[in-house]
Structures are given as structure tokens and as C-alpha cells.
């Protein structure tokens, strides 16, 4: 009996260990939306969970990094607003690299009619300087726009920087 006891904590053991390193370099990131409501990413770049009222969404994800003052930027919402209404398996999350207040959330909001998810960053963690760093460690910042598509899976599929015509979006969205 004392064997077997002993055999199923190893067993044990060697799963929780196994299941730690598994979530090796996971970060938390708190976003809240234009509607106040509270969204969690935890991600390491290669696979990301997005959480809404601590339940996942088990969606396709198009993560695009957000900031108003690039004009590059700017240019991407009909394209995305496109792709919203077109693909119902497709979650656009729009993340600010700097922090909105609520008026200027719905101000912008409302100036461009945006269809999907603005997220505005509740603490100093950086989502893109993190990404940044999994991509290049020796380089600059990622320059904007960039985007980051992921599978349901969770699983990324492909980032984008620059220029992207929304028909390459499409294409990588069809093949998903």
C-alpha cells in the first residue's frame, strides 16, 4: 500500500511539473472596453486565452495595437470593421497603447463607428513591448500598426506590420 501511495504522488508530481512548465512565460494583461466591462489576456506571444467575465472566448482572435495619433492606424477601421461583419468566428480586439478615459473612449468610439472591441490597458504592463520582445529581443519597439492573428486554438497564426490589405487578412482568415 505504502508503494502504491508512493507511485501516485511521483505520478503526481511529475504532471504538476509537466502542467508549470507548460504555462512558462504566461502574462496577465486587464483591458477594460468601451462598455466598462473587464477582458483578460494571458499570452506568451506563441498562444494567447481571451477572457471575458473570467470565461474564455473560444474565438478567432485579431489582436490590433492601437494608437490614435499614428494616422497609419487609423486607416485600418473600415477594413476591420469589415472583417467584423464578415466573419462571425472572428473577435477584432482593438488595444490602445495608451490609456483612454471614458469620454474620449466613447468620443472615438462613436467619430470612427467602431464595431469591435476597443480595449483600453488598466495597469503599466505592456502588451506590445512584451510581444516586441518575443519577436526581436535585440530591437527597437514594434513599429505600428501591427497586428497578431490567432486561431481558436489559441494557437498564433500569423502578425502583421504595416501596410496589410484586407484581402490578405481574408485569405489567412479563409485558411484558418
Request: charged share 15%; glycine share 2%.
Given at each position: 500500500m505504502?508503494f502504491?501511495?508512493?507511485?501516485?504522488?511521483f505520478?503526481?508530481?511529475?504532471?504538476?511539473?509537466?502542467?508549470?512548465?507548460?504555462?512558462?512565460g504566461i502574462k496577465?494583461?486587464?483591458?477594460?472596453?468601451?462598455n466598462?466591462q473587464y477582458?483578460?489576456?494571458?499570452?506568451?506571444f506563441s498562444?494567447?486565452?481571451?477572457?471575458f467575465?473570467k470565461k474564455p472566448?473560444k474565438?478567432?482572435?485579431?489582436l490590433?495595437?492601437?494608437d490614435i495619433e499614428?494616422p497609419?492606424?487609423?486607416?485600418?477601421?473600415q477594413?476591420?470593421?469589415n472583417?467584423?461583419?464578415?466573419?462571425a468566428d472572428?473577435?477584432?480586439?482593438?488595444?490602445?497603447i495608451?490609456?483612454?478615459?471614458r469620454?474620449?473612449?466613447?468620443s472615438?468610439?462613436s467619430?470612427y463607428?467602431?464595431?469591435?472591441?476597443?480595449?483600453?490597458?488598466l495597469?503599466?504592463k505592456?502588451?506590445?513591448?512584451?510581444?516586441?520582445?518575443?519577436i526581436?529581443?535585440d530591437?527597437?519597439p514594434?513599429?505600428?500598426?501591427?497586428?497578431?492573428?490567432?486561431?481558436?486554438n489559441?494557437?498564433?497564426?500569423?502578425?502583421y506590420?504595416g501596410?496589410v490589405?484586407q484581402?490578405?487578412?481574408m485569405?489567412d482568415l479563409?485558411?484558418?
Open positions: 505504502r502504491f501511495s508512493l507511485l501516485l504522488l505520478v503526481a508530481l511529475i504532471f504538476t511539473g509537466c502542467d508549470q512548465k507548460k504555462q512558462e496577465r494583461y486587464g483591458f477594460v472596453n468601451q466598462n477582458f483578460e489576456i494571458r499570452s506568451n498562444s494567447l486565452q481571451l477572457f467575465d472566448i474565438k478567432n482572435i485579431l490590433f495595437f492601437l499614428n497609419l492606424c487609423l486607416e485600418y477601421f477594413a476591420l470593421k472583417l467584423q461583419e464578415m466573419y472572428l473577435q477584432i480586439l482593438a488595444i490602445s495608451k490609456k483612454f478615459t469620454e474620449q473612449m466613447s472615438f468610439i467619430q463607428q467602431i464595431n469591435f472591441l476597443l480595449l483600453n490597458p495597469d503599466s505592456n502588451i506590445l513591448l512584451d510581444f516586441s520582445k518575443k526581436n529581443p530591437a527597437s514594434i513599429a505600428l500598426p501591427f497586428l497578431i492573428l490567432y486561431h481558436q489559441q494557437k498564433m497564426y500569423q502578425y506590420q501596410a490589405p484581402e490578405m487578412f485569405f479563409n485558411n484558418l
